[in-house]
């Protein structure tokens, strides 16, 4: 769908991001933080049958175009559920449904299933920001009044475009994930001395275990990646998906992990767990994403119940190879149950939320305000807890 909103820009609706040339989108997308809006990620997503309308993520990008240039745009879906977004609105469904309001589908701007900080309107170097980003919103406003959408909703923002998105009367949901972050430790020896003796011994403990059976740990990246390996995550990933049953969140497919082979393996870093003995397969293994100096954690899997390999295959590893590479900050994914005391600190990220349905709103709001204060409490009283010497600057 094409509109013109004032002479020479033009607003242009897909359900494809394929219909969006490349180069023209990355443009936009390679100079942010995040490697998870870029066209082969969000591409693959679509082309893998893992983001559709079946799935219940139906792509529905917007883009602002000045004469034949892209300036901006943004990753949006149509959602007819809450899963895989790992900000749980199910309760505000829950409460629509009882006011008798359609609350699916919302139209939500996230990289599907990736709850990693960063999400943003891509625009052009030299735009004002705060224009197109108006420019945008407006639009947003205009497609979900006419076709009845109870709201919009952008998670896992990046923390320097929230500002913009609060004083366009988007409503601040607190949310916090665990973090770490490099306090310029020269190696894994000197990342241990933020802990306290006794879970110093811990660590060294758990990583000794996977050595007692017989695995070594490997790092590979890009090229080095044997092709081979790609499906095999998706086993892995699938097993560990399966293990947890209804719960178990396996939204990617094969295809999605066969496709990374081709067109984004400069970004896959595998921690490999090789035994010893046999070099031809990973006994388990682990899969992250990395752009300039942030590593960002996705999934693992082992096909034996090996002691402590989950620690080292998504934490330990991961920030051996960080440190030895200069990246500064590290997010293991969703979850927080084993991260705490492993040196993740719980840290703050927000998700915006504009309700178009007057009722709902009036309700919500004030909620979120109040539910952010519980938030900043639980943050606080969690960090207070973690096992780091005194003075530690985690």
Not at 38 to 48: A, D, F, I, M, Q
Not at 280 to 301: E, N, T
Not at 359 to 371: A, H, N, S
Request: proline share 5%; net charge negative.
């Amino acid at each position: 769908m094409v509109e013109n909103i004032k002479p020479h820009y033009s607003v242009v609706w897909t359900n494809k991001i394929a219909e969006v040339p490349q180069t023209a989108w990355d443009t936009l997308a390679l100079p942010l933080k995040t490697p998870f809006l870029e066209w082969e990620w969000l591409n693959n997503l679509e082309t893998s049958h893992s983001v559709t309308a079946n799935t219940g993520w139906m792509p529905n990008h917007l883009t602002l175009w000045r004469d034949r240039t892209l300036i901006a745009a943004a990753p949006l879906y149509l959602k007819g559920h809450s899963y895989g977004e790992f900000v749980f609105d199910h309760q505000w469904a829950e409460l629509a449904s009882r006011l008798g309001i359609e609350y699916y589908p919302k139209l939500l701007g996230m990289t599907p299933l990736t709850p990693a900080e960063g999400y943003r309107f891509l625009i052009a170097a030299g735009e004002d920001e705060e224009e197109i980003t108006a420019m945008m919103l407006h639009e947003i406003d205009n497609f979900c009044v006419k076709h009845q959408i109870s709201g919009c909703h952008f998670l896992y923002v990046d923390p320097q475009w929230r500002p913009i998105l609060e004083r366009q009367g988007y409503t601040a949901w607190l949310h916090h994930s665990y973090i770490w972050q490099n306090g310029g430790f020269t190696n894994f020896d000197d990342y241990l001395q933020i802990f306290n003796a006794n879970q110093r011994r811990n660590i060294k403990r758990e990583r000794k275990a996977v050595e007692k059976a017989g695995l070594k740990l490997q790092a590979l990246t890009g090229e080095a990646i044997p092709k081979s390996l790609f499906p095999l995550m998706y086993d892995f990933y699938a097993d560990t998906c399966d293990k947890f049953g209804w719960w178990g969140s396996k939204y990617l497919t094969k295809k999605f992990f066969e496709q990374l082979h081709h067109h984004y393996s400069h970004r896959v870093v595998l921690f490999a767990a090789y035994n010893e003995q046999d070099l031809r397969q990973p006994m388990g293994m682990s899969f992250c994403i990395y752009k300039a100096d942030k590593l960002y954690g996705r999934y693992w899997g082992s096909f034996q119940e090996i002691d402590c390999l989950h620690f080292d295959a998504c934490y330990y590893a991961p920030i051996e190879w960080a440190i030895a590479q200069g990246i500064q900050l590290f997010d293991p994914g969703a979850g927080g149950r084993h991260k705490k005391r492993r040196g993740f600190p719980a840290t703050a990220n927000y998700s915006l939320h504009r309700f178009y349905n007057n009722r709902l709103g009036q309700i919500l709001r004030p909620y979120i305000l109040e539910v952010n204060q519980m938030e900043e409490q639980e943050i606080a009283a969690t960090n207070a807890e973690l096992p780091f010497n005194h003075g530690s600057n985690q």
